[in-house]
């Protein structure tokens, strides 16, 4: 099998006496899309800190493309191909909309840029960050303030960002978290698309199981910080380890459940 796009080995972080990612190892592959799940405080978002680099590991290591990426932080991850939408979201409040996705446009584009290459002009730059903005549906509030968007508008900004960043990593958070229901759909078909492409790596949190299945080709179950169970989504839901720890589901009945 090809080189894994993103590897975790041993991965483990402790605070203090408590460990909250307890040496998890996994492997990512271009052209899948793989959930974690989980119940509350099994260590879902750590590992993704962890892995994106807002977090430093106790021990273990984080590769990318095969590489050891262990010792960069957040910044020199994005820049070698990790991108990362956040739980909450982290944008330039006082710029604009468009602005905003400008900034991810100009950066990537001066990453890619050589000593003797060509750079884009800025309108150039403009242009491409409003190719995103129609890609997540707003491009009718292009010069709004991003302070003044409404939640699900700020979900969808940060999405456009990560995607002018043209990452070969995408992790998502729990994208649909605040969001309407009439949100949610734009977010979903964005990440199908993604998946579609066939060349990116999905990792995604989230606690909707419809969502889950709708999405995943793999679930990856972690509880206390520990990787309980990795697998094709219907094995994976329907395991008793699975039933008991993210579904809250009492060990012999899970049992009995899986034998009919």
Known sequence: MATPVLETRDLTIRFGGHVAVDTVSCAFHAGTLTAIVGPNGAGKTTYF???????????????????????????????????????????????????NVRLAVQAKARGASGLFSRWSSHADWIDKAEFYL????????RDTLAAALPHGDKRKLEVAIMMALEPDVFMFDEPTAGMSVDEVPVILDLIHKLKARGDKTILLVEHKMDVVRSLADRIVVLHNGRLVADGEPAEVIASPVVQEAYLG????????ASHG
């Open 49 to 99: 800190n962890l892995v994106s680099g807002q977090l430093s590991a106790t021990s273990g290591i984080v590769l990318l493309g095969g590489a050891d990426i262990t010792g960069l932080g957040a910044a020199g991850r994005t820049k070698r191909g990790i991108g990362r939408a956040f739980q909450i979201t982290n944008l330039f409040p006082n710029l604009s909309v468009v602005e």
């Open 249 to 256: 589901q009492a060990p012999k009945r899970a049992a009995e």
């Open 134 to 141: 129609a890609e997540v549906n707003l491009g009718g509030v």
